[in-house]
Each structure stands twice: as C-alpha cells, then as structure tokens.
C-alpha cells in the first residue's frame, strides 16, 4: 500500500492496524483536533501522548498496516538483528505484560538445520530457571512464523556498557565476572555448555543483575552433538572470544572453552579492547592459539594484580591449566563479591521507545550482530518496503545487519558467531532430516564480505597451528579445498621445486662420481691458501 500523503489516510491506517481501540482512537482525534500539517506530525503527537510507538509510526508512514501482532503479542518495537532473525519487544495483548520476542523468520524455518537449531535453543532455555539466565516462557507459531517468547530484560548488554562508557572499574568488572561464572555454573549443572559467551551476550540490568542470554549455539554434554555435525560446521563461537579448542573441534568442548570465552570478555570489561587485535579471522583464531594475551594490569595499572591473574588463568591456552569449573572462577573472585557496586546509572541504561515504556536499547540480542533502536535513523531496516505488511523474512538481513545503520552513537557493531561449514564433504544430516549439508555461504552468522573459502583457510590454519600445541582431540576426517594462490605465487613455489631438484642432483652427482671431472671444483686448491696460512 502506497506511503500516507493526507491525514484521513494516516489515520485510516492506523484504525486498519488495530495498534489503537476504535473508541480510543476516535476520542484522541476529538480532543486533538489538529490543525497537523503532515501525517509525520500527527504520528509524532501520537508517539509523545505514548498511542503508538516510533515503530509503529515508522512502519504506517510506510504504508504498512499488517503483521503488527504475533500470537497473542503486539509488537512494540524491534530490538536485535541477526542472521538467525529479529526480536521484538512486545506485549501480552490481555495480560499488558512485556516480552521478548524471538522470531524466526518463514525461510529460516524451511531449513530444517536452522528450525531444528532454534527449538533446540527453547528447549534448552526452558530448563533453566536462575537469576543470571534470562528466562524462556514459550514457543508459539504465527502461520508460518515460529517465535520463541523470552524474558524482556530492561539492561544494557556489557559490549555497548564499555564502548559508550569505556572500561569497568575493577570492581565493577569483577562482579559482574563472578555473576556471569553463577550463571555458567548453573548451566553446567544442567549440563549445558554454551559456546558463545561474549560482551554482546551478557547483560546487565537496572540493579546490578547480569544475565547470561542466546543459547542458540547451545549443546548438552549428554548429546553427541550430531546437529552441527549433521550440519557440516566446523567452528562454532565468536573469533574475538574463542576457546582454541573450540576452534578445532566446536562440537566435543566442555565448560572449560565457556570459562577461556569468559576470561576474554573480562579482558574486554577491563582493557575496552578484545585478548587479540586484527582485522582478519585467521589472524585472530591463530593468535588464540598461539599467542599470549598482555595481562590486563600492564595495560592498566591500576587493575589489581590479583584480579589480572585471575584473567590470565582463565586464558590459559591449555584447558587443564585453566579454572575447571565456573564455581572456581567465583572462588577466584568472592573478594570482588564481598562488596557489590552501585548499579548501572540512568546515563548508562538510557530509557528508549515502546509505548512510554523503559524499553531499554539494547535489551535482547540474536547472539549476532545487534542493532540498536536508533534515536535518529531507521527502525526498519531488514524490513520488506513492499506490501501493506511487516515480512518477517531474513532474505535482506545480512546486509543491513552489518551496515553502518541504525546504530546508537555510531559505536561498532560486535562480531557475530563465525559457523565454518567443511569445504569438503559433511556427515549425513541427523534423523529424521534429509536435507544435504548448509553450504558455507548461506550458513547464518557470516560477517559481511567474507567467503567461505577465506573461512574454510582460517580454519584449517588454526587447527594447523593447535595439532603443534594442543593435544589431539578426535574429530571426523574432513578434506579442506585450499584456495589456489596466485600467478606469481604459484611460479615462484614452481622454481623453488625445480631448483631444489636441480640441487640434490648435482649432489648425487658428485657423491657418485658421474659428474665429468672438466666441471668439478678443485676443492683440493681452494684449501691450500688456509694450509699455508695456519703454518706461517
């Protein structure tokens, strides 16, 4: 349906929604006569007396009027893009109370690599129930949309904390560490292994409360994990903070690559920059194995030693080295517990859109990149432009998720999970799924401009690098297809070959005697010189 140009169509889209009740409506329109020189200017009056929100007003500017409910939920605003979909935050249409929706769009769910993924996250999320974990409350299906109900959690995730505000004071990082290791500690009494933790996945609320959220790449340690062999990937995490053994084999890791992932995060907290630099995933996967991190006090030296150790053996490159439990992290840093500090200031956790709610701007994220309601920019990005309704599809993200859109503050948006599909052939998909392998390039979680050979190279690169310094863990034979170098590359590797041959020729050559004497050295002469030199 074509954009609003007069009020009486505004506001014949906006009866059409069904976002306003009709007798509501129709007394707000009394009572506010206008006169409005624009739809833009009556929908900014009905934002400020809090009738629709900035989504909604995005949205029917647009012409768009449909699929503002979900189920029994009305959609307030979207708060996190993906490539495994959006969330919204929303609300019960009877009960009034707010939500987090988690939504999988209808071409992620044809896959069923992808569909199976996404239950296997509410499954997991619904038997958890603590403080540290967001909460999971239900599955529910919309046609052909399947959407996962969560915990709406009005905080600000720890990524966007330290990029508008900078580093954590030690206290304030140690606590929230030792939080985040309460909630991993009761995941792992469940036995659960999370294989994503990270800055953009741990939030904090308006008191204080971190919460550990996106369990998407979540495995149980009673599973064999045939899901993501079945799907041909080989690494699963995000690079900034991945465990090294993840990066050999993401399926057969313990606890212990969530305490290293953690470790890294409290790296970021207290440092504002990630264990290792560099632009490129191979750099970054090869350094986790390889190299040493700075410890933190180095870098800042007012971070306690104590607390800087703790860090550094949370980074131990070998897992036995490390803490072997998350309840040791907390034994590590009860000094840091002992004391809470305040909680996150009305500056740190700004209240957003959502109806005249405290909706905050980065309350929920995919566990991908996240996008932040913007105050100035688009909402909509990601979203269908053609049509009277919102479309729920994916086809579109991936380029708006790592787009400079609408961003908060233009802080960089955080790396999203890296899911490196084989290069060569994958194991059969689990029962009862017939679907051949994901190829890497439709594989969801890819950064922008990335292929999937150059991920493919990364990979076999790390696993290179870790078969010299880790143990051997088993993991299925796979065959990497290398990328053919370049011309000149190849010609000079060519030349090397040929000389090299030419050399251990010439050496046989002489050895044996073949070699006519006319063009054999006189190495006899060439030692006389140093004969008569050592006798005078």
């Not at 647009?62 to 993906?82: A, H, P, Q, T």
């Not at 990270?198 to 971190?210: C, T």
């Amino acid at each position: 349906m074509p954009a609003p140009t007069t009020i009486p169509e505004f506001i014949d889209l906006v009866r059409k929604s069904q976002l306003v009740e009709p007798a509501k409506l129709d007394g707000y329109l009394t009572t506010h006569p206008g006169p409005f020189e624009s739809p833009a200017a009556l929908s900014r009056r009905m934002q400020a007396d809090g009738l629709i929100t900035p989504f909604h007003s995005e949205q029917i500017l647009r012409g768009k009027y449909r699929g503002f409910f979900l189920g029994k939920y009305k959609v307030l605003d979207r708060i996190g893009l993906g490539g495994m979909g959006q969330v919204f935050l929303a609300e019960h249409t009877s009960m009034r109370r707010r939500a987090a929706l988690k939504v999988l769009p209808p071409d992620r769910a044809e896959n069923q690599f992808s569909k199976e993924r996404f239950l296997r996250e509410a499954r997991a999320a619904a038997q958890l129930d603590h403080p540290n974990l967001v909460r999971a409350f239900d599955v529910d299906f919309d046609g052909d949309v399947i959407f996962l109900v969560m915990e709406f959690v009005d905080g600000i995730n720890f990524h966007d904390l330290v990029v508008r505000h900078g580093p954590l004071t030690p206290a304030r990082a140690g606590y929230f560490i030792w939080q985040s290791a309460m909630g991993l500690e009761y995941m792992s009494s469940r036995g659960l292994i999370h294989r994503d933790i990270k800055p953009a996945n741990l939030l904090v609320d308006r008191n204080g409360v971190v919460k550990i959220l996106d369990l998407g790449l979540v495995r149980s340690e009673e599973e064999n994990d045939e899901l993501t062999r079945g799907e041909g990937v080989k690494i699963l995490g995000t690079a900034d903070y991945l465990a090294p053994e993840q990066a050999i084999d993401c399926s057969r890791v313990d606890v212990r690559a969530d305490i290293y992932s953690l470790g890294a995060t409290a790296y970021f907290l207290l440092t504002g920059q990630p264990p290792f630099g560099g632009d490129k995933i191979a750099h970054k996967l090869i350094a986790h194995q390889t190299r040493k991190a700075v410890p933190v006090h180095e870098l800042r030296p007012e971070i306690p030693v104590e607390l800087s150790a703790v860090v550094t053996k949370m980074l131990a490159k070998k897992p036995a080295e490390r803490y072997q439990t998350p309840a040791e992290v907390m034994a590590a840093l009860d000094e840091w517990a002992v004391n809470p500090p305040p909680p996150p200031s009305d500056i740190e956790i700004p209240s957003t859109t959502g109806g005249g709610g405290g909706c905050a701007s980065s309350a929920v994220s995919l566990g991908t990149n996240t996008v932040r309601p913007s105050r100035g920019g688009s909402s909509a990005a990601g979203l269908s432009t053609s049509g009277s309704a919102i479309k729920y599809h994916s086809a579109r993200f991936a380029a708006t998720a790592t787009a400079a859109g609408p961003v908060a503050d233009a802080t960089p948006i955080p790396l999203g999970p890296l899911y490196i599909a084989a290069a060569g052939p994958v194991p059969a998909p689990p029962k009862p799924f017939h679907l051949p392998s994901l190829p890497a390039g439709t594989t969801h979680g890819m950064k922008k401009g990335t292929s999937s050979i150059d991920l493919a190279t990364a990979a076999a690169l790390a696993r290179k690098i870790a078969t010299k310094t880790q143990p051997a863990i088993p993991r299925p034979e796979t065959v990497l297809v290398r990328p053919a170098g370049s011309l000149r590359h190849r010609a000079s590797m060519a030349l090397a070959f040929s000389l090299t041959l030419a050399l251990g020729a010439w050496d046989v050559a002489v050895l044996t005697g073949t070699l006519p004497r006319s063009i054999v050295p006189n190495f006899a002469g060439l030692a006389e010189p140093a004969a008569n030199s050592g006798t005078r």
